[in-house]
């Protein structure tokens, strides 16, 4: 039936559209039943391969979609049908689904790939082989519920996989459970990423209840199409949905002020981090202000507000990278703050530039992530070899305490790692934004539709993006260059081809991403324009019919060079400075003892402002004496005031267990033996006395038993004659 609905419709391939489920399904089960009496490379593959099986279906929906346009919804099965909801399972195919999927199942092989070389010394250096199954199952699950969410066609499958992708980052932030602070950090950092995630997720459920009460439909053809009509007679209606979502992005998306999760989620694999931050669940947030674009362009209210909250939250975690130490919190911080470009974008109305900064993102924060992988993975070998040799051992310094994380236990690794080196350059400086790389053309974009919709967006995105240059050349400086400050940096040793390779690849991508939406060309907006288009009806149309116009606007053949040449120059200007900072300034740093030397050059120039940015400037802090030590004081009193003392101790045994015995001595004491005893034992008494007098009439004596009959009958008689 199914099929034969689409072919019908001359598309291609539509058809072939559920294996993107079945494909990443087949993988987890396979490595979750038989996975056990698999060798390591046969599980890896077997995960490595749905990932890669997934994207060739997606490439299949591209070509479909080629000649075309209008795309399909392929039906699978009836899901719900409660009263006035009738939905059902269901898979849009249109542009902006299918660039999800590409994205998704194609960087998600590359990382699933790089995984396989990555987990076989991660296993083995935490000591527990036996996880390596485990992770490949939870790595297809991952793409399996991010499939689910980009490929719904109605707001309640894509929660599903909206939630699914929220479990997946709990079971993979923590999958080092037992390991991190105390033991514990990393499944308090699993449980903080999950709670945190509640928050927004509470949000997207009221913007799902308030949608279904406006529009008694979830479905997005339903929705769009009544949009315009019901923004005419219940305008606040949609206002409040926009804003719930807005609260779910947040969450989701780790923008303000729900971003605190995502830091925390370096405490998973290397490849958890990667696909978490470029490919899957952080760009849920993203997709859904993009999906719901015909809904926010009806209300500018709720468009500013996210445009502000993006704008905002790029800067903010940019000075936080700034502080960073730790390789990849630096790059942690960086994702929050391309998300904030990515959902200022998408809120301002500029929905192509937002998804092209999404996908060059996807390329060149993949290959970050994973090249710092190759770079821990690196000093955790040299660490290895250092510790196994007597004379380096000797010379070492700390070695039971190194971190191989921390960016000041490297230096010299160009050398030692020259692909890992070159590769994560290149993702430097495409997020830097330097020409003519993939985030130069994305980046700039998004500066140019903020210049044309909302100046004060331009000028905080661009001080965010001087500090992106900025961070990108002190990792890269602190990393790669100078003399290794440690022994395990210059015992480092290059990961194998298995991991390199898809790094090359992701460089390539990262080089070349640009390509996609050149200006003049602009081959992904007219990609993108179909569905957008298709989405908006009445009021929305001509909403977004007029952003397109402002935007159209910006500069011949949609380039700005005066936007280009400012953003390139605060790129190299930044860059300089880290330059500066990073190589000259800590060589001279080198003369100073190092009792007295300053572990970074911005500590002895900003002071106290560089330690706010190391310690993120407190907003840890700020929700533990806010939100969580109020909470923790209130759950204690309620647990050691009103549970234990007023309800067990008072309540339980002073009210109900002492009435209890109160009543018992009343009805034992008083009532039983008082009463009806007293009562059954007096009559005992007086029987007992009556037995006892009656007892002297019985003498034993004829003469007296003789006297008493007489006695009788004279009475009886006397009675008689009297009456």
């Given at each position: 039936m199914i099929f034969s609905e689409v072919t019908s419709a001359?598309?291609?391939?539509?058809?072939?559209?559920?294996?993107?489920?079945?494909?990443?399904?087949?993988?987890?089960?396979?490595?979750?039943?038989?996975?056990?009496?698999?060798?390591?490379?046969?599980?890896?593959?077997?995960?490595?391969?749905?990932?890669?099986?997934?994207?060739?279906?997606?490439?299949?929906?591209?070509?479909?979609?080629?000649?075309?346009?209008?795309?399909?919804?392929?039906?699978?099965?009836?899901?719900?049908?409660?009263?006035?909801?009738?939905?059902?399972?269901?898979?849009?195919?249109?542009?902006?689904?299918?660039?999800?999927?590409?994205?998704?199942?194609?960087?998600?092989?590359?990382?699933?790939?790089?995984?396989?070389?990555?987990?076989?010394?991660?296993?083995?250096?935490?000591?527990?082989?036996?996880?390596?199954?485990?992770?490949?199952?939870?790595?297809?699950?991952?793409?399996?519920?991010?499939?689910?969410?980009?490929?719904?066609?109605?707001?309640?499958?894509?929660?599903?996989?909206?939630?699914?992708?929220?479990?997946?980052?709990?079971?993979?932030?923590?999958?080092?459970?037992?390991?991190?602070?105390?033991?514990i950090g990393n499944a308090m950092a699993a449980k903080k990423a999950f709670v945190t995630n509640r928050v927004g997720d509470f949000g997207f459920l009221l913007a799902a209840f308030t949608m279904f009460g406006a529009f008694r439909s979830f479905e997005f053809e339903s929705v769009f199409r009544q949009a315009p009509e019901v923004a005419a007679i219940i305008p606040s209606a949609i206002m409040f949905i926009t804003l719930f979502m807005l609260l779910g992005v947040t969450g989701k998306s780790a923008q303000l002020p729900l971003f605190v999760w995502l830091p925390d989620a370096m405490a998973g694999p290397t490849p958890v981090s990667a696909l978490i931050h470029a490919a899957t669940m952080v760009t849920a947030g993203v997709y859904l202000v993009a999906r719901s674009y015909p809904l926010y362009s009806l209300v500018p209210e709720a468009q500013f507000w996210v445009t502000m909250v993006g704008a905002l939250t790029a800067l903010f975690s940019a000075t936080i990278a700034v502080g960073q130490f730790d390789i990849k919190k630096v790059l942690a911080y960086s994702t929050i703050s391309q998300l904030g470009f990515m959902v200022a974008a998408v809120g301002m109305g500029a929905t192509v530039a937002g998804m092209f900064h999404l996908v060059t993102h996807a390329f060149f924060k993949a290959l970050l992530f994973l090249s710092a992988g190759s770079v821990i993975l690196g000093l955790e070998q040299g660490h290895h070899h250092v510790e196994h040799d007597p004379v380096l051992r000797k010379k070492a310094k700390n070695l039971h305490h190194f971190d191989p994380q921390d960016m000041r236990n490297m230096g010299g690794l160009r050398t030692r790692m020259p692909i890992t080196f070159w590769v994560f350059t290149i993702g430097g400086l495409a997020l830097a934004g330097i020409f003519p790389l993939a985030g130069f053309w994305s980046k700039d974009e998004i500066l140019l539709e903020a210049n044309h919709l909302y100046s004060w967006a331009y000028i905080i995105l661009s001080i965010a993006a001087f500090f992106t240059a900025f961070y990108v050349g002190r990792q890269l400086l602190m990393v790669f260059f100078g003399e290794p400050r440690t022994e395990p940096a210059a015992h480092a040793k290059e990961s194998p081809p298995v991991m390199t390779v898809p790094l090359m690849i992701l460089a390539g991508l990262s080089a070349l991403g640009g390509l996609l939406n050149l200006p003049g060309i602009h081959t992904f907006g007219h990609w993108l324009e179909h569905t957008l288009e298709a989405a908006t009806h009445g009021e929305a149309a001509e909403v977004a019919a007029e952003v397109g116009a402002e935007a159209a606007q910006a500069g011949a053949l949609g380039f700005d060079l005066?936007?280009?040449?400012?953003?390139?120059?605060?790129?190299?200007?930044?860059?300089?400075?880290?330059?500066?900072?990073?190589?000259?300034?800590?060589?001279?740093?080198?003369?100073?003892?190092?009792?007295?030397?300053?572990?970074?050059?911005?500590?002895?120039?900003?002071?106290?402002?560089?330690?706010?940015?190391?310690?993120?400037?407190?907003?840890?802090?700020?929700?533990?004496?806010?939100?969580?030590?109020?909470?923790?004081?209130?759950?204690?009193?309620?647990?050691?005031?009103?549970?234990?003392?007023?309800?067990?101790?008072?309540?339980?045994?002073?009210?109900?267990?002492?009435?209890?015995?109160?009543?018992t001595r009343l009805t034992a004491v008083r009532i039983d033996l008082g009463g009806i005893d007293a009562i059954a034992n007096g009559l005992a008494t007086v029987t007992q006395g009556l037995a006892q007098q009656m007892r002297r009439l019985q003498t034993g004596y004829v003469r007296n038993y003789a006297l008493s009959v007489f006695v009788g009958v004279v009475i009886i008689l006397g009675y008689l004659i009297l009456r």
């Amino acid at each position: 039936m199914i099929f034969s609905e689409v072919t019908s419709a001359g598309a291609q391939f539509f058809q072939w559209v559920p294996l993107i489920l079945a494909f990443p399904l087949a993988g987890l089960l396979i490595n979750m039943f038989f996975g056990g009496r698999l060798p390591e490379k046969v599980i890896g593959i077997v995960g490595s391969s749905a990932v890669v099986l997934t994207f060739v279906v997606a490439v299949l929906q591209a070509i479909s979609l080629v000649g075309h346009p209008e795309g399909a919804v392929v039906p699978l099965a009836d899901w719900i049908h409660i009263g006035e909801l009738h939905l059902r399972w269901a898979i849009q195919v249109d542009t902006l689904s299918v660039t999800m999927m590409l994205v998704v199942s194609g960087v998600g092989s590359l990382i699933h790939i790089y995984a396989i070389g990555y987990m076989h010394e991660d296993v083995r250096h935490n000591g527990d082989p036996g996880r390596y199954q485990r992770f490949f199952v939870f790595f297809n699950l991952f793409i399996l519920a991010m499939m689910v969410l980009v490929s719904a066609d109605n707001y309640l499958m894509l929660f599903v996989g909206w939630e699914g992708v929220g479990l997946c980052s709990y079971l993979l932030i923590g999958f080092w459970y037992d390991k991190g602070e105390g033991g514990i950090g990393n499944a308090m950092a699993a449980k903080k990423a999950f709670v945190t995630n509640r928050v927004g997720d509470f949000g997207f459920l009221l913007a799902a209840f308030t949608m279904f009460g406006a529009f008694r439909s979830f479905e997005f053809e339903s929705v769009f199409r009544q949009a315009p009509e019901v923004a005419a007679i219940i305008p606040s209606a949609i206002m409040f949905i926009t804003l719930f979502m807005l609260l779910g992005v947040t969450g989701k998306s780790a923008q303000l002020p729900l971003f605190v999760w995502l830091p925390d989620a370096m405490a998973g694999p290397t490849p958890v981090s990667a696909l978490i931050h470029a490919a899957t669940m952080v760009t849920a947030g993203v997709y859904l202000v993009a999906r719901s674009y015909p809904l926010y362009s009806l209300v500018p209210e709720a468009q500013f507000w996210v445009t502000m909250v993006g704008a905002l939250t790029a800067l903010f975690s940019a000075t936080i990278a700034v502080g960073q130490f730790d390789i990849k919190k630096v790059l942690a911080y960086s994702t929050i703050s391309q998300l904030g470009f990515m959902v200022a974008a998408v809120g301002m109305g500029a929905t192509v530039a937002g998804m092209f900064h999404l996908v060059t993102h996807a390329f060149f924060k993949a290959l970050l992530f994973l090249s710092a992988g190759s770079v821990i993975l690196g000093l955790e070998q040299g660490h290895h070899h250092v510790e196994h040799d007597p004379v380096l051992r000797k010379k070492a310094k700390n070695l039971h305490h190194f971190d191989p994380q921390d960016m000041r236990n490297m230096g010299g690794l160009r050398t030692r790692m020259p692909i890992t080196f070159w590769v994560f350059t290149i993702g430097g400086l495409a997020l830097a934004g330097i020409f003519p790389l993939a985030g130069f053309w994305s980046k700039d974009e998004i500066l140019l539709e903020a210049n044309h919709l909302y100046s004060w967006a331009y000028i905080i995105l661009s001080i965010a993006a001087f500090f992106t240059a900025f961070y990108v050349g002190r990792q890269l400086l602190m990393v790669f260059f100078g003399e290794p400050r440690t022994e395990p940096a210059a015992h480092a040793k290059e990961s194998p081809p298995v991991m390199t390779v898809p790094l090359m690849i992701l460089a390539g991508l990262s080089a070349l991403g640009g390509l996609l939406n050149l200006p003049g060309i602009h081959t992904f907006g007219h990609w993108l324009e179909h569905t957008l288009e298709a989405a908006t009806h009445g009021e929305a149309a001509e909403v977004a019919a007029e952003v397109g116009a402002e935007a159209a606007q910006a500069g011949a053949l949609g380039f700005d060079l005066g936007i280009a040449a400012i953003s390139t120059a605060l790129a190299v200007v930044a860059l300089g400075l880290a330059w500066y900072l990073y190589d000259r300034r800590y060589k001279q740093m080198l003369d100073i003892p190092p009792a007295k030397r300053p572990d970074d050059p911005l500590r002895s120039i900003l002071g106290p402002v560089f330690t706010g940015m190391e310690r993120k400037w407190w907003v840890d802090e700020l929700y533990w004496a806010v939100l969580l030590n109020p909470y923790i004081a209130l759950s204690k009193f309620l647990a050691q005031v009103i549970d234990w003392r007023f309800w067990h101790d008072w309540f339980h045994d002073v009210v109900i267990a002492g009435g209890f015995k109160w009543i018992t001595r009343l009805t034992a004491v008083r009532i039983d033996l008082g009463g009806i005893d007293a009562i059954a034992n007096g009559l005992a008494t007086v029987t007992q006395g009556l037995a006892q007098q009656m007892r002297r009439l019985q003498t034993g004596y004829v003469r007296n038993y003789a006297l008493s009959v007489f006695v009788g009958v004279v009475i009886i008689l006397g009675y008689l004659i009297l009456r």
